[in-house]
């Protein structure tokens, strides 16, 4: 059902609910490990924010869900992001495994999948430059 959900519309997974939790929180805090796996090859965004600055990483941590936070962190989730009491995904699980897991990621400096995400990003940035540099210069002419 999920997958057909995301063929009709790939917007599923950034609908959000009162929490502002996405899919990706949803799958994370759960453990649902092949919805998760579907959702991050769709799209490479999985440092989303709910309302108390949680994202899927943190849940999926906070709910000792090993494999998701494996799978998270193998895609680019950040596990130095902290929620708005400023604690990391490593501070609120009780799972050994996971916490050592989360911190040699995260001792590891500007790892290859971060500087993906951030090529991405600035490939986004750019696009952006440059069609506001289009636009402009055509209603100059």
């Known amino acids: 059902m ?3 959900a995301l063929d009709k519309s790939i917007k599923f997974l950034y609908q959000y609910d ?3 939790q996405t ?5 994370a805090k759960l453990g649902y490990e092949k919805m ?4 991050l090859k769709l799209s490479k965004r999985c440092n989303i924010y709910d309302k ?7 849940l999926a941590a906070m709910n000792n869900q090993k494999r998701c936070v494996e799978l998270l962190l193998n895609k680019g989730g950040n596990p130095l992001l902290c929620d708005k009491n400023g604690r990391k995904p490593e501070e609120v699980t009780t799972n050994s495994d996971i916490r050592i897991l989360l911190q040699t990621t995260a001792e ?3 790892s290859e999948i971060y500087k993906e995400e ?3 990003k ?4 750019n696009h952006e430059i440059n069609s506001q540099i289009i636009f402009k210069s055509n209603n100059l002419i």
């Open 36 to 39: 998760l796996e579907l959702f």
């Open 23 to 27: 899919a990706f929180h949803w799958a």
């Open 52 to 58: 108390n600055m949680r994202t899927p990483l943190y």
């Open 2 to 4: 999920v997958s057909q």
């Open 108 to 110: 590891k400096p500007f």
């Open 118 to 120: 951030y090529k991405e």
């Open 18 to 20: 009162y929490f502002h």
């Open 122 to 125: 600035l490939r986004e940035k």
